[in-house]
């Protein structure tokens, strides 16, 4: 597989042109309300076939199309990542309450062996206190606590992530390119191969070349596939 790559093909045709076990993470982030037409035409088997036995799933979900996928992925789920924009409701509605998040849901096609790195990349918060956090007592016992300090990965990956609002021109249904740098970073190795068949305006794209990925993306629709070509010289077959 050439290190950048972009097919305008669909989701299902994609993955069966990938060779068994020979990918390291797979994003899947289609139409929310596409997840159910998805689950049926067999997507996560077709995930779990590519992914070699360290890799990650993570697929972008919304409640309620949430539900079934969770229970068709239970036995390789692992844990639950949610991500939000700060003070910015995603969706609203007079007869629920206000959406401010959205979901990521870690799958992974071997909980023994399955690849992680808990350093996210983020910055120390600039009210995190460094130095020496004093003694841990329990019943009697105390021990004397070392010293913090920055890490040079930066902070452990936390399961809710927070950005800032992006510029408002900044197209609608787009992700934060940070986000996608810290999922790379936490669920693939440096020169890991990534698959995004639904790479829209190429957020996982950009992300991926800023931290050392392969990259194979696909896309059906002509916007996005034309803007992707405009901005980025790829091999496309």
Same mark, same amino acid.
């Given at each position: 597989?050439?290190?950048?790559?972009?097919?305008?093909?669909?989701?299902?045709k994609?993955?069966k042109?990938?060779?068994d076990?020979?990918?390291?993470?797979?994003?899947?982030?289609?139409?929310?309300n596409?997840?159910?037409?998805?689950?049926?035409r067999?997507?996560?088997?077709?995930?779990?076939?590519?992914?070699?036995?360290?890799?990650?799933?993570?697929?972008?979900?919304?409640?309620?199309f949430?539900?079934?996928?969770?229970?068709?992925g239970?036995?390789?789920?692992?844990?639950?990542i949610?991500?939000?924009?700060?003070?910015?409701?995603?969706w609203?509605?007079?007869n629920?309450?206000?959406?401010?998040?959205?979901?990521?849901?870690?799958?992974?096609?071997?909980?023994?062996e399955?690849?992680?790195?808990?350093?996210?990349?983020m910055?120390?918060?600039?009210?995190?206190?460094?130095?020496n956090?004093?003694? #841990?007592?329990?019943e009697?016992?105390?021990?004397?606590?070392?010293?913090?300090?920055?890490?040079?990965?930066?902070?452990?990956?936390?399961?809710?992530?927070?950005?800032?609002?992006?510029?408002?021109?900044?197209?609608?249904?787009?992700k934060?390119?940070?986000? #996608?740098e810290?999922?790379?970073?936490?669920?693939?190795?440096e020169e890991?191969?990534?698959?995004?068949?639904?790479?829209?305006?190429?957020t996982?794209?950009?992300?991926?070349?800023?931290?050392?990925?392969?990259?194979?993306?696909?896309?059906?629709?002509?916007?996005h596939?034309?803007?992707?070509?405009?901005?980025?010289?790829?091999?496309?077959?």
């Amino acid at each position: 597989m050439v290190e950048l790559q972009l097919k305008k093909q669909d989701v299902m045709k994609l993955l069966k042109g990938v060779e068994d076990e020979t990918v390291d993470l797979i994003v899947l982030d289609p139409y929310y309300n596409d997840w159910d037409k998805m689950l049926k035409r067999g997507i996560l088997e077709e995930c779990f076939r590519c992914l070699k036995s360290s890799g990650n799933l993570l697929c972008f979900t919304q409640q309620p199309f949430d539900y079934e996928l969770r229970k068709t992925g239970e036995k390789n789920f692992r844990r639950e990542i949610i991500w939000n924009y700060a003070k910015r409701p995603k969706w609203v509605s007079k007869n629920l309450p206000l959406v401010y998040h959205h979901k990521i849901l870690w799958f992974v096609k071997s909980k023994k062996e399955h690849y992680f790195d808990c350093r996210s990349g983020m910055d120390y918060s600039e009210k995190t206190q460094f130095g020496n956090k004093g003694y #841990m007592v329990f019943e009697g016992y105390k021990e004397k606590l070392s010293t913090y300090s920055k890490h040079p990965e930066g902070v452990w990956l936390p399961d809710v992530l927070t950005f800032d609002k992006p510029h408002k021109t900044t197209y609608q249904g787009q992700k934060p390119q940070e986000l #996608m740098e810290v999922l790379l970073k936490c669920f693939s190795p440096e020169e890991g191969v990534v698959i995004d068949p639904f790479i829209g305006y190429g957020t996982t794209f950009y992300a991926a070349q800023n931290s050392s990925r392969k990259i194979l993306g696909g896309d059906i629709n002509d916007c996005h596939f034309k803007e992707m070509l405009s901005k980025a010289k790829v091999y496309n077959d």
